[in-house]
Protein backbone atom coordinates (compact mmCIF):
# COMPACT_ATOMS: atom_id res chain seq x y z
CA UNK A 1 0.00 0.00 0.00
CA UNK A 2 0.89 3.61 -0.40
CA UNK A 3 2.82 5.01 2.51
CA UNK A 4 1.46 8.31 3.38
CA UNK A 5 3.35 11.50 3.23
CA UNK A 6 2.73 14.11 6.10
CA UNK A 7 1.29 17.70 3.98
CA UNK A 8 4.03 20.10 5.59
CA UNK A 9 2.96 23.02 3.13
CA UNK A 10 1.86 26.18 3.70
CA UNK A 11 -2.02 26.40 1.64
CA UNK A 12 -1.19 30.16 1.34
CA UNK A 13 -0.50 29.42 -2.17
CA UNK A 14 -3.94 27.67 -2.71
CA UNK A 15 -5.71 30.63 0.06
CA UNK A 16 -4.36 33.22 -2.45
CA UNK A 17 -5.16 31.87 -5.66
CA UNK A 18 -8.77 30.71 -4.36
CA UNK A 19 -8.74 34.82 -3.45
CA UNK A 20 -8.34 35.50 -7.19
CA UNK A 21 -11.05 32.78 -8.25
CA UNK A 22 -13.86 33.20 -5.37
CA UNK A 23 -15.89 30.50 -6.90
CA UNK A 24 -19.59 30.06 -6.97
CA UNK A 25 -20.19 26.82 -5.17
CA UNK A 26 -23.57 25.36 -5.84
CA UNK A 27 -23.86 23.41 -2.53
CA UNK A 28 -26.93 20.58 -2.52
CA UNK A 29 -26.69 19.79 1.44
CA UNK A 30 -28.53 18.91 4.44
CA UNK A 31 -30.87 20.88 6.46
CA UNK A 32 -28.96 20.83 9.78
CA UNK A 33 -25.74 22.36 8.24
CA UNK A 34 -26.98 24.87 5.09
CA UNK A 35 -26.34 28.49 7.58
CA UNK A 36 -22.52 27.36 8.88
CA UNK A 37 -21.79 25.95 5.12
CA UNK A 38 -22.67 29.32 3.95
CA UNK A 39 -20.45 31.50 6.24
CA UNK A 40 -17.71 29.17 6.27
CA UNK A 41 -17.31 29.85 2.41
CA UNK A 42 -18.02 33.38 2.74
CA UNK A 43 -15.63 33.99 5.14
CA UNK A 44 -13.08 32.22 2.61
CA UNK A 45 -14.45 34.68 0.29
CA UNK A 46 -16.77 32.00 -1.89
CA UNK A 47 -19.92 33.07 -3.18
CA UNK A 48 -22.20 29.85 -1.93
CA UNK A 49 -25.82 29.63 -3.15
CA UNK A 50 -28.34 26.46 -2.85
CA UNK A 51 -30.53 25.43 -5.30
CA UNK A 52 -33.08 22.68 -4.85
CA UNK A 53 -35.50 22.85 -7.94
CA UNK A 54 -34.46 19.89 -10.22
CA UNK A 55 -34.43 21.63 -13.41
CA UNK A 56 -32.82 24.86 -11.43
CA UNK A 57 -30.15 22.38 -10.08
CA UNK A 58 -29.18 21.35 -13.57
CA UNK A 59 -29.24 24.65 -14.88
CA UNK A 60 -27.38 26.27 -11.57
CA UNK A 61 -25.06 23.88 -11.81
CA UNK A 62 -23.97 24.14 -15.30
CA UNK A 63 -22.78 28.33 -14.07
CA UNK A 64 -21.47 27.48 -10.93
CA UNK A 65 -17.61 26.92 -10.42
CA UNK A 66 -18.01 23.64 -8.45
CA UNK A 67 -20.81 22.02 -6.76
CA UNK A 68 -21.46 19.79 -3.76
CA UNK A 69 -23.59 17.00 -3.04
CA UNK A 70 -24.78 16.42 0.77
CA UNK A 71 -26.74 13.36 1.20
CA UNK A 72 -27.42 13.79 4.86
CA UNK A 73 -30.61 14.64 4.98
CA UNK A 74 -31.58 12.80 1.51
CA UNK A 75 -34.90 12.43 0.49
CA UNK A 76 -36.37 11.17 -2.91
CA UNK A 77 -36.96 14.59 -3.88
CA UNK A 78 -34.07 15.56 -2.96
CA UNK A 79 -32.23 13.04 -4.80
CA UNK A 80 -33.94 13.96 -8.15
CA UNK A 81 -32.54 17.27 -7.53
CA UNK A 82 -29.10 16.19 -6.74
CA UNK A 83 -28.97 13.81 -9.48
CA UNK A 84 -30.10 16.79 -11.92
CA UNK A 85 -27.14 18.84 -10.28
CA UNK A 86 -24.50 16.43 -11.09
CA UNK A 87 -25.45 15.20 -14.61
CA UNK A 88 -26.08 19.27 -15.36
CA UNK A 89 -22.34 19.87 -13.62
CA UNK A 90 -20.81 16.50 -15.45
CA UNK A 91 -22.45 17.92 -18.94
CA UNK A 92 -21.03 21.67 -18.35
CA UNK A 93 -17.35 19.80 -17.44
CA UNK A 94 -17.85 21.84 -13.85
CA UNK A 95 -16.36 19.93 -10.97
CA UNK A 96 -18.61 18.02 -8.38
CA UNK A 97 -17.81 16.88 -4.77
CA UNK A 98 -19.81 13.83 -2.69
CA UNK A 99 -20.07 13.83 1.16
CA UNK A 100 -21.52 10.33 1.28
CA UNK A 101 -23.28 11.19 5.24
CA UNK A 102 -24.26 7.76 7.00
CA UNK A 103 -23.52 5.85 3.57
CA UNK A 104 -23.19 2.11 4.97
CA UNK A 105 -25.57 2.77 7.76
CA UNK A 106 -28.79 3.53 5.54
CA UNK A 107 -29.63 1.50 2.58
CA UNK A 108 -31.89 4.81 0.31
CA UNK A 109 -28.90 6.88 0.61
CA UNK A 110 -25.85 3.86 0.18
CA UNK A 111 -27.58 2.94 -3.06
CA UNK A 112 -27.83 6.31 -3.96
CA UNK A 113 -24.48 7.57 -3.72
CA UNK A 114 -23.03 3.95 -5.58
CA UNK A 115 -25.12 5.29 -8.44
CA UNK A 116 -23.60 8.44 -8.79
CA UNK A 117 -20.04 7.34 -8.63
CA UNK A 118 -20.71 6.21 -12.18
CA UNK A 119 -20.62 10.31 -13.25
CA UNK A 120 -17.02 10.69 -11.88
CA UNK A 121 -16.81 13.01 -9.15
CA UNK A 122 -13.88 15.18 -8.62
CA UNK A 123 -13.20 14.27 -4.49
CA UNK A 124 -15.03 12.18 -2.16
CA UNK A 125 -15.34 13.77 1.37
CA UNK A 126 -16.32 11.58 4.06
CA UNK A 127 -15.42 9.84 7.72
CA UNK A 128 -13.29 6.53 7.45
CA UNK A 129 -16.53 4.30 8.03
CA UNK A 130 -18.23 6.36 5.28
CA UNK A 131 -15.27 5.74 2.44
CA UNK A 132 -15.35 2.16 3.69
CA UNK A 133 -18.95 1.53 2.83
CA UNK A 134 -18.68 3.75 -0.47
CA UNK A 135 -15.65 1.33 -1.70
CA UNK A 136 -17.85 -1.69 -0.47
CA UNK A 137 -16.04 -2.70 2.50
CA UNK A 138 -17.67 -4.00 5.56
CA UNK A 139 -18.05 -1.38 8.42
CA UNK A 140 -19.49 -0.63 11.56
CA UNK A 141 -20.89 3.32 12.42
CA UNK A 142 -23.51 5.34 13.73
CA UNK A 143 -25.28 7.22 11.05
CA UNK A 144 -22.65 10.19 10.69
CA UNK A 145 -20.82 9.01 13.26
CA UNK A 146 -17.64 6.93 11.98
CA UNK A 147 -16.11 3.72 14.69
CA UNK A 148 -13.03 3.54 12.31
CA UNK A 149 -9.63 5.72 12.71
CA UNK A 150 -8.93 7.39 9.79
CA UNK A 151 -5.90 5.38 9.16
CA UNK A 152 -8.09 2.09 8.67
CA UNK A 153 -9.84 3.65 5.63
CA UNK A 154 -6.47 4.63 3.47
CA UNK A 155 -6.59 1.03 1.84
CA UNK A 156 -10.32 1.97 0.49
CA UNK A 157 -9.73 5.79 -0.13
CA UNK A 158 -6.93 4.62 -2.75
CA UNK A 159 -9.17 2.05 -4.40
CA UNK A 160 -12.14 4.23 -4.44
CA UNK A 161 -9.84 7.12 -5.73
CA UNK A 162 -8.75 4.74 -8.35
CA UNK A 163 -11.95 3.28 -9.22
CA UNK A 164 -13.83 6.86 -9.15
CA UNK A 165 -11.11 8.90 -10.56
CA UNK A 166 -11.79 11.62 -7.21
CA UNK A 167 -9.61 12.84 -4.83
CA UNK A 168 -10.43 10.98 -1.89
CA UNK A 169 -10.04 12.79 2.10
CA UNK A 170 -10.93 10.91 5.23
CA UNK A 171 -11.09 13.23 7.17
CA UNK A 172 -10.64 12.78 11.53
CA UNK A 173 -8.31 13.13 13.96
CA UNK A 174 -5.75 13.46 11.05
CA UNK A 175 -7.13 13.73 7.41
CA UNK A 176 -5.80 11.51 4.34
CA UNK A 177 -5.50 12.86 0.79
CA UNK A 178 -5.12 10.71 -1.54
CA UNK A 179 -5.49 10.25 -6.04
CA UNK A 180 -5.01 6.70 -6.03
CA UNK A 181 -1.32 7.52 -6.53
CA UNK A 182 -0.24 9.67 -3.69
CA UNK A 183 -1.39 9.68 -0.08
CA UNK A 184 -1.02 13.09 1.99
CA UNK A 185 -1.74 13.24 5.91
CA UNK A 186 -3.34 16.96 6.94
CA UNK A 187 -2.28 16.91 11.11
CA UNK A 188 -4.13 19.33 13.05
CA UNK A 189 -7.41 20.55 14.26
CA UNK A 190 -9.05 20.34 17.63
CA UNK A 191 -11.53 18.30 19.58
CA UNK A 192 -14.05 21.43 19.80
CA UNK A 193 -14.07 20.72 15.97
CA UNK A 194 -16.43 17.68 16.90
CA UNK A 195 -18.74 19.55 19.30
CA UNK A 196 -20.36 22.43 17.08
CA UNK A 197 -22.33 20.58 14.08
CA UNK A 198 -21.75 20.95 10.47
CA UNK A 199 -17.62 21.41 10.61
CA UNK A 200 -17.35 17.88 8.46
CA UNK A 201 -20.15 19.15 5.83
CA UNK A 202 -18.54 22.94 5.87
CA UNK A 203 -15.24 21.17 4.99
CA UNK A 204 -16.56 19.04 2.49
CA UNK A 205 -17.75 22.37 0.65
CA UNK A 206 -14.72 24.36 1.02
CA UNK A 207 -12.80 20.80 -0.91
CA UNK A 208 -15.69 21.64 -3.08
CA UNK A 209 -14.87 24.98 -3.96
CA UNK A 210 -10.58 23.97 -3.71
CA UNK A 211 -11.24 21.74 -6.97
CA UNK A 212 -12.67 24.80 -8.77
CA UNK A 213 -8.71 25.96 -8.53
CA UNK A 214 -6.56 25.10 -11.48
CA UNK A 215 -3.17 22.93 -10.72
CA UNK A 216 -2.75 20.21 -8.92
CA UNK A 217 -6.10 19.21 -6.87
CA UNK A 218 -4.74 16.65 -4.74
CA UNK A 219 -2.16 19.45 -3.36
CA UNK A 220 -5.71 22.09 -3.28
CA UNK A 221 -7.68 19.45 -1.57
CA UNK A 222 -5.09 18.98 1.69
CA UNK A 223 -4.57 23.01 1.51
CA UNK A 224 -8.29 23.36 1.97
CA UNK A 225 -8.03 20.49 4.80
CA UNK A 226 -5.38 22.49 6.41
CA UNK A 227 -7.11 25.66 6.37
CA UNK A 228 -10.19 24.26 8.28
CA UNK A 229 -7.75 22.39 10.60
CA UNK A 230 -5.41 25.37 11.42
CA UNK A 231 -8.82 27.45 11.80
CA UNK A 232 -9.99 24.94 14.40
CA UNK A 233 -6.40 25.07 16.51
CA UNK A 234 -6.78 28.93 16.53
CA UNK A 235 -10.46 28.85 17.42
CA UNK A 236 -10.14 26.71 20.06
CA UNK A 237 -7.31 27.93 21.50
CA UNK A 238 -9.61 31.59 22.63
CA UNK A 239 -12.63 29.72 23.27
CA UNK A 240 -14.52 28.68 26.23
CA UNK A 241 -16.60 25.46 24.64
CA UNK A 242 -18.91 24.92 21.63
CA UNK A 243 -20.86 28.02 22.04
CA UNK A 244 -17.58 30.63 21.66
CA UNK A 245 -15.96 28.26 19.26
CA UNK A 246 -18.11 28.48 16.25
CA UNK A 247 -18.05 32.57 15.81
CA UNK A 248 -14.04 32.00 16.48
CA UNK A 249 -13.66 29.51 13.82
CA UNK A 250 -15.34 31.81 11.19
CA UNK A 251 -13.18 34.51 12.05
CA UNK A 252 -10.40 32.32 12.09
CA UNK A 253 -10.72 31.57 8.68
CA UNK A 254 -11.54 34.68 7.78
CA UNK A 255 -7.94 36.26 9.53
CA UNK A 256 -6.38 33.17 7.44
CA UNK A 257 -8.18 34.20 4.21
CA UNK A 258 -6.78 37.68 4.64
CA UNK A 259 -3.35 36.92 5.84
CA UNK A 260 -3.18 34.82 1.96
CA UNK A 261 -4.10 37.97 0.28
Same mark, same amino acid.
Given at each position: ?128 ? $? ?41 ? $? ?88
Amino acid at each position: MIQPTHYTASPAASLALFRQRSPLVHCLTNDVVQSLTANVLLALDASPAMVTEPVEAAQFSAIADAVLINVGTLTAARSEAMLAAVQGATAAGRPWTLDPVAVGALTFRSDFCQRLLAFRPAAIRGNAS $EIMALARQAVSGRGVDSQHHPSAALEAAIQLAQSSGAVVAVTG $ETDYVTDGRRLLAVSGGSPLMTRVVGTGCALSAVVAAFCALPGDRLLHIAAACRVMSQAGEQAAAAANGPGTFEPLFLDALYRLYKEAV
